[in-house]
């Protein structure tokens, strides 16, 4: 229990507490044309990953199942499909045969990531996803990518 009322606030944390100036950063028009970017997953004990990802917004589904849309149209992110952070990561763990888990949060309609290479979130740490260095301000299903972005996600304790 208290678990998910820590996932929960940091999901609410995440996806409620945006200025409405990062909001405005998140609406770009685009394609959803395949981009290159690089990915990190960097572990409590290290790297987990760290390589170039060719990736476009598409349905992603995590180790436990269920199939979501993950293009940047999400809760109105964006008005057309993008790249996006939780899409390459799931590219990723495809092309490389590593697996990632998340719970579906049908509210935010996107996913609070909690498990990548079975490294899972617990309640004094989780997974932050940056992008060029900085933490983003909507969910990983949200945010367009570009090409040659630095995406990472990250164990991070509370």
Request: hydrophobic fraction near 35%; glycine fraction near 10%.
């Amino acid at each position: 229990m208290r678990r998910t009322a820590i996932s929960t606030t940091v999901l609410a944390l995440t996806f409620l507490a945006v200025p409405a100036t990062a909001q405005a950063q998140t609406q770009y028009t685009g394609t959803n044309a395949p981009i290159k970017v690089t990915l990190t997953v960097q572990g409590p004990d290290g790297l987990l990953f760290k390589g170039k990802v060719r990736t476009k917004g598409h349905d992603v589904t995590p180790a436990t199942g269920g199939t979501h849309t993950c293009d940047g149209t999400n809760a109105g992110a964006n008005p057309s499909p993008v790249p996006t952070p939780t899409a390459a990561l799931d590219d990723a763990a495809r092309v490389n045969g590593f697996t990632w888990d998340g719970t579906w949060y049908a509210s935010f309609d996107d996913y609070l990531v909690e498990s990548v290479k079975g490294v899972k979130s617990d309640a004094t740490a989780y997974w932050n996803i940056s992008v060029n260095g900085t933490s983003i301000p909507v969910g990983g299903c949200q945010f367009k990518l570009n090409a040659k972005d630095t995406v990472a996600f990250t164990w991070t304790t509370l």
